[in-house]
């Protein structure tokens, strides 16, 4: 049966449209609303609030308090030039700490945040890469992660400024300066008289606690009367880098625990706010509460988590609603001073007043870290939904245990041989062997199939115009030989790999154990860093800072900022497959098909090409090297098939032989005596 590139064509044209549907179905499932002027839209406005509950008790201690005058001047006291605060420490050492967070003093957010275990670029000779940055927004005011942004009293007409030049550094008591601070900030009455003080405390002891960060925040009642705070901004992490060379994977995420127990994860892409600023609230459920909220980008999260109190699930987030921002942070790239980036927003809502001495206490949990499997799938992350993080990268079309079972194989491997690279080409080798029985099947069939050609061409000549009748023979011809009359049978090797192509891009793309790893070390240049194009040839090297961009391509390989030898040599692969495949030589007997033989011999390889071109290099070494095993492996084959062959006709000939001499000469029979009638 030959191959018809109308039918292929055809096919390619359904896949494109099924992408392209799903794209669209993804923008419709995330809709977002619009904020005003660049400002978070709270969807608990002050008039809107409902009113508020019963004191719940005071706290122990008698604070400082003050008698309030009617209609008189509240405002922010304000502290200039407060020094930063550094947490942490920058070393490598498991039992010490995993980054040095720097908390800035004006904002009392955080100003930058190191970790001790990563780098920015593989060629960078120390640790410490920049998870959390500080920002500007639109009117270039500063903003960083953990930042109060504004704040709101009952009864007040005045929403009071808490983002800089507010903040006080107070020492906790018993623990080292490195350790744990306390910044505070007090909404004061007339010329001094405190009426509200806002205190941020951060913790961040060393040892086994991963990647976590406690902050606390506490609004203490200065007054002689009870106080209700309506809400009160809290932005999220902000500032990361992008890591993506083929698109801005950035975004920021909100998960909620909805019916049943299930997590679901709710995402703004940040090129989906730099389209459409005026919309900007992240996609909620109908029904669940807030588990965690924060940002993202290809390797590294930081995921803000507010805690429970002893009552219940987390309730003081307004409206369990998440909003974002359009940022600026800057950049190295020359000519440019900055880069978009987004930050997330909620709004943190007091349910109950606050008494006279008494305070409001609101505990989260920060994870300042990579997005790792080995990390998520422990307590607490499993029951909060951390994996989805890993997983949200995946293609829909492929399968997640099939990627956890490659992760799996490619780190045991490693661990032997501790090269991720001869990790992948081991594993090449353990699914041809797996496959290689049904690849033999198939080069079979395939080549039974070419010797029927002649066959094949006196069907067409005698029932070309008759398609059933056509193929009712073909069948019929099959079965006579022996054949497997199933045509797929000689793509079945290359759509079983498929999926493992698909699930490798998974396992490889976003994991961050591959990341900077590569199969030659740093100084070689080329093959650092699996997890990203192989980069032979940077074009910063000749002066071109930014990416070049092809019209109707750069949307499927993005902008090209190095050559990458890697595709090249994988194109170069899958044309020698294509040329001596034994499908491609049953089709030299039929004119068209050879033709169309030979245009997909030209077309295949070039759509690989663009395909894969800004693929992570461990993917693309994966395919190549299968590429090249299959050509291996299919001339092995044919030899041995070729073998069997003439020792079948050896025999053949050797028994006929053997029969001939036994019997002696063939008699001749003598003719029967004439009749003659008369």
């Given at each position: ?5 109308k039918?292929f064509?055809k096919?390619?044209?359904?896949c494109l ?7 669209y179905?993804?923008v419709?499932?995330?809709p977002?609303?619009p ?7 709270s ?5 809107q609030?409902?009113?508020p509950?019963?004191?719940a008790g ?6 400082e308090?003050a ?5 008189a001047?509240?405002h ?5 030039e407060t020094e930063d605060?550094?947490?942490g ?7 010490g700490?995993r980054a040095e967070i720097?908390?800035?003093?004006a904002?009392g957010?955080l100003?930058?945040v190191?970790?001790?275990?990563y780098?920015?670029?593989v060629y960078?000779?120390q640790t410490g ?9 639109q009117k270039n005011?500063p903003?960083n992660?953990?930042?109060?942004k504004?704040l709101?009293?009952t009864?007040?007409a ?6 800089n030049?507010c903040?006080?550094?107070i020492p ?7 350790e744990?601070v ?6 004061v ?5 405190p009426?509200?003080?806002v205190?941020r ?5 060393p040892?086994s ?7 606390e925040?506490?609004l203490?009642n200065k007054?002689?009367?009870m106080?209700?705070v309506e809400?009160?901004?809290?932005y999220g992490p ?6 993506a060379p083929r698109a801005d994977?950035r ?6 625990r909805?019916?049943g127990?299930?997590?679901e994860v709710k995402?703004q892409?940040?090129l ?6 005026e919309?900007n609230e992240?996609e909620?459920t ?10 993202a980008?290809?390797?590294f ?12 699930p ?5 409206d369990n ?7 600026r ?17 909620a709004?943190?809502t007091p349910?109950?007043m606050?008494?006279?001495?008494g305070?409001?206490a609101?505990?989260?949990?920060v994870?300042?870290g990579?997005?790792?499997q080995?990390?998520f ?7 909060l ?5 890993f997983?949200s ?5 492929t399968f997640t245990w099939?990627?956890?079972l ?8 490693y ?6 690279g001869v ?5 090449v080798?353990?699914?041809r062997?797996i496959?290689h029985?049904i690849?033999?099947k198939?080069q079979?069939?395939?080549?039974k199939?070419q ?13 070309g ?6 193929s009712k023979r073909t069948?019929?011809?099959y079965?006579d ?5 199933n045509f797929l049978l ?6 079983l ?7 490798l891009?998974t396992a490889?793309?976003?994991?961050v154990?591959?990341?900077h790893h590569?199969l030659?070390p740093a ?8 997890a ?8 910063a090297?000749f002066?071109?800072t930014?990416p070049?961009?092809i019209?109707?391509l750069s949307?499927?390989?993005g902008?090209?900022d190095?050559?990458n ?10 044309f ?5 495949s034994p499908q491609?030589?049953m089709?030299?007997?039929?004119p068209?098909?050879?033709q ?5 011999m030209y077309?295949?390889p070039?759509?690989m090409?663009l ?7 461990g993917?693309?070494l994966y395919?190549m090297a299968?590429?090249?095993?299959g050509?291996?492996?299919?001339k ?8 069997i062959?003439?020792k079948?006709?050896?025999?053949k000939v050797?028994?006929t032989?053997k029969?001939s001499?036994?019997l002696?000469?063939?008699k001749?029979?003598s003719k ?7």
């Amino acid at each position: 049966m030959d191959f018809d590139i109308k039918d292929f064509l055809k096919a390619m044209l359904v896949c494109l449209l099924l992408m392209v549907v799903w794209q669209y179905w993804m923008v419709k499932k995330n809709p977002v609303t619009p904020p005003g002027d660049s400002q978070p839209t709270s969807t608990a406005p002050p008039s809107q609030t409902p009113p508020p509950k019963e004191p719940a008790g005071t706290t122990g201690g008698e604070p400082e308090q003050a008698t309030l005058v009617p209609d008189a001047d509240w405002h922010v006291r304000v502290y200039q030039e407060t020094e930063d605060v550094v947490l942490g420490r920058r070393e490598e050492n498991e039992n010490g700490f995993r980054a040095e967070i720097i908390i800035d003093g004006a904002s009392g957010g955080l100003g930058r945040v190191l970790l001790n275990d990563y780098k920015l670029k593989v060629y960078d000779e120390q640790t410490g890469y920049p998870l959390l940055t500080q920002c500007t927004d639109q009117k270039n005011i500063p903003r960083n992660s953990l930042q109060l942004k504004r704040l709101k009293i009952t009864g007040r007409a005045e929403i009071f400024d808490l983002s800089n030049d507010c903040w006080r550094v107070i020492p906790v008591e018993g623990t080292p300066v490195n350790e744990a601070v306390s910044l505070a900030a007090t909404i004061v009455e007339g010329d001094d008289n405190p009426v509200l003080e806002v205190i941020r405390t951060y913790r961040y002891p060393p040892g086994s606690r991963q990647y976590n960060l406690d902050f606390e925040l506490r609004l203490v009642n200065k007054t002689r009367r009870m106080l209700t705070v309506e809400w009160v901004e809290l932005y999220g992490p902000m500032g990361l880098v992008r890591e993506a060379p083929r698109a801005d994977r950035r975004h920021i995420a909100a998960a909620y625990r909805v019916a049943g127990g299930e997590i679901e994860v709710k995402r703004q892409q940040l090129l989906n706010l730099k389209k459409k600023p005026e919309k900007n609230e992240v996609e909620k459920t109908k029904v669940g509460s807030l588990l965690w909220f924060g940002g993202a980008n290809k390797f590294f999260t930081a995921v803000l988590r507010p805690l429970p109190g002893e009552t219940g699930p987390v309730d003081y987030i307004a409206d369990n609603q998440v909003t974002g921002e359009l940022l600026r942070m800057p950049t190295e790239t020359e000519g440019e001073l900055f880069q978009d980036t987004q930050a997330s927003i909620a709004q943190v809502t007091p349910t109950d007043m606050i008494l006279a001495g008494g305070e409001a206490a609101f505990n989260f949990q920060v994870y300042l870290g990579p997005i790792s499997q080995e990390i998520f799938e422990q307590q607490p992350y499993v029951e909060l939904g951390y994996e989805q993080l890993f997983f949200s990268r995946s293609c829909f079309c492929t399968f997640t245990w099939l990627t956890k079972l490659l992760l799996g194989l490619m780190k045991t491997t490693y661990a032997a041989v501790h090269n991720y690279g001869v990790a992948i080409i081991i594993l090449v080798l353990l699914v041809r062997l797996i496959l290689h029985p049904i690849t033999k099947k198939s080069q079979v069939n395939m080549m039974k199939m070419q010797k029927l050609q002649p066959q094949m061409e006196e069907l067409r000549k005698k029932y070309g115009n008759n398609k059933q009748e056509m193929s009712k023979r073909t069948m019929e011809l099959y079965k006579d030989q022996g054949m497997a009359s199933n045509f797929l049978l000689g793509c079945l090797p290359m759509f079983l790999q498929m999926p493992i192509w698909i699930a490798l891009f998974t396992a490889v793309d976003g994991n961050v154990a591959i990341r900077h790893h590569g199969l030659f070390p740093a100084s070689w240049h080329w093959l650092t860093d699996l997890a990203a194009p192989d980069r032979l040839i940077p074009f910063a090297w000749f002066g071109v800072t930014k990416p070049i961009e092809i019209p109707f391509l750069s949307g499927l390989i993005g902008g090209i900022d190095a050559f990458n030898l890697l595709p090249l040599l994988l194109t170069v692969a899958m044309f020698l497959q294509m040329k001596f495949s034994p499908q491609s030589q049953m089709t030299q007997a039929n004119p068209q098909a050879a033709q169309q033989q030979k245009m997909m011999m030209y077309m295949m390889p070039v759509m690989m090409l663009l395909f894969f071109y800004s693929a992570p290099s461990g993917l693309n070494l994966y395919i190549m090297a299968s590429t090249f095993g299959g050509l291996i492996e299919q001339k092995y084959i044919r030899k041995h098939i070729q073998a069997i062959k003439e020792k079948e006709e050896e025999v053949k000939v050797t028994v006929t032989g053997k029969v001939s001499e036994k019997l002696g000469p063939r008699k001749r029979k003598s003719k029967p005596p004439k009749k003659y009638f008369s």
